[in-house]
């Protein structure tokens, strides 16, 4: 199934003029729901029906745009305390109020550069509040050319290094239950079958 699925997606594709909105849709139907209830289908407010968030705290990276905006407002409206990080405080503070997060607290956080980095787990830890859930959503992706962050692929700098160095430096502000949640995408299906290249993680020997 999962073989036949990807070959439609990819078939759909080549129909430039076909959206992302009518792939998914399509695939949704095709595929139905899981064991959980839920598929490609189900929003973010579907999965959050009737779940009760008023005591909960999430740290949510990347809260400015996308799915980690959409994440933020979906938890939002089950009554979570939101700690929205993103490039700036500004933009930031400019997410959470979009979604009327009242309880938001908006942190400063380049995941490319690990001072900054730091900075955002002493801020977060200062806080003194227990996380029930930190949500590694941010990252960038598909740079046209290679582009280089203390001696690394930007890319690869940001998305991993940047979000375990948060991570690993808050995982004691998680609460008893409290969970990590890494975000990815289908493009790991690209992935080199050897695994991660080592000896080129400056994109010296050649970047794809």
């Given amino acids: 199934m999962g073989k036949r699925l990807d070959a439609l997606s990819q078939s759909l594709r080549f129909f430039g003029n076909i959206s992302k909105e009518v792939e998914m849709s399509l695939l949704g139907l095709i595929k139905g729901k899981g064991p959980n209830g839920f598929g490609f289908l ?11 968030l ?17 994440t ?16 700036t405080e500004e933009k930031a503070q400019t997410a959470l109020a979009s979604i009327s997060a009242d309880k ?14 730091r900075a955002a787990v002493e801020a977060v830890k200062a806080l003194n509040i ?4 930190l949500v590694a959503n941010a990252g960038i992706m598909a740079l046209p ?14 998305n991993h290094v940047g979000h375990f160095l948060l991570i690993t430096g808050l995982l004691d502000t ?14 790991h299906k690209q992935a080199y079958r050897a695994g991660i290249q080592f ?5 010296a020997k050649g970047y794809t």
Wanted: net charge negative.
């Fill in 42 to 52: 189900s929003t973010a407010d579907d999965v959050l029906q009737g779940v009760e």
């Fill in 54 to 70: 008023s005591d909960k705290v999430f740290l949510v990276t990347g809260v400015n745009s996308g799915l980690g905006l959409e």
């Fill in 72 to 87: 933020a407002r979906a938890l939002t409206a089950r009554g979570a305390t939101i700690i929205g990080l993103a490039r």
């Fill in 104 to 117: 938001g607290i908006p942190v400063a956080c380049e995941l490319s550069e690990p001072t900054s980095v």
């Fill in 130 to 133: 227990g996380i029930d859930g």
């Fill in 145 to 158: 050319k290679l582009k280089k962050q203390h001696g690394y692929e930007l890319q690869f700098f940001t």
């Fill in 174 to 187: 998680l609460t008893e239950e409290g969970r990590v949640v890494m975000l990815s995408s289908v493009a």
């Fill in 199 to 203: 000896d080129n993680l400056d994109g």
